[in-house]
Each structure stands twice: as C-alpha cells, then as structure tokens.
C-alpha cells in the first residue's frame, strides 16, 4: 500500500524555518518523482517545489525562489521541505505528492500519490 506521511508543521514566527518531512511506504522513493504542493482553504493547490528521480533537479515557485529548499533522501525514503524566512502568507496545509515518472513539474494533477497534510502558520 502505497503512503506519504508528512510530519514538521506547525507554529511559527514571521523570519522563522521550519522543515517538513514525507516518509513513504509501500514504494521505492527513488523511483518518483516528488514535490511540495500547498492549500489555503476555499483555494486550489499550489505548486511550491519539485525535484526529479533522475538527477535530482529542482524547480521553485516564484513565491518561495530563494526561501524554500527540497531535498530527498534516497536511503531512508523521505523528502523534506526547508522553509527559510517564512513569511504570514506561507501559512498553508502542506502536502507531499510523487508521481511514478522522472519528473512530474508543478502541476498538481500530475501527481498519483498524495500524504495527508501538516498545517504550518506564520504568525506573530
């Protein structure tokens, strides 16, 4: 059975970091392609960063360029989201997602498997 599950939200001051993790089970990470989506209630899912199975490139949108970093670990099957300056309007549900492919972009209907989301507010 195929899962994401994200953990590493939370409460945190405008400036602040925080780092997300996804650990998937019942698949081999290595072999997905994965990224970093986000959700504000009563608006769609917005594409925060990709990274490729194949060399591991990566791709950001304009909001987080320079903020955000995804990285993945192959050996333990978890890819992270480093979040840096955060800012009141990064607050969001987080989601991970990977696609079976070398690389999926930043469209979320690109993605076949989802976690289920850790919330992360920016506030002072």
């Known amino acids: 059975q195929v899962q994401l599950a994200e953990s590493g939200g939370g409460l945190v001051q405008p400036g602040g970091s925080l780092r997300l993790s996804c650990v998937a089970s019942?698949?081999?990470?290595?072999?997905?392609?994965l990224g970093w989506f986000r959700q504000v209630s009563g608006k769609g899912r917005e594409g925060v960063a990709c990274i490729s199975s194949s060399d591991g490139s990566t791709f950001y949108g304009d909001s987080v360029k320079g903020r955000f970093t995804i990285s993945r670990d192959n050996a333990k099957n978890t890819v992270y989201l480093q979040m840096n300056s955060l800012k009141p309007e990064d607050t969001a549900v987080y989601y991970c997602a990977a696609d079976p492919t070398v690389a999926a972009g930043m469209s979320a209907t690109s993605y076949d498997y989802w976690g289920q989301g850790t919330q992360v507010t920016v506030s002072s």
């Open positions: 019942g698949f081999t990470l290595a072999d997905y392609a």
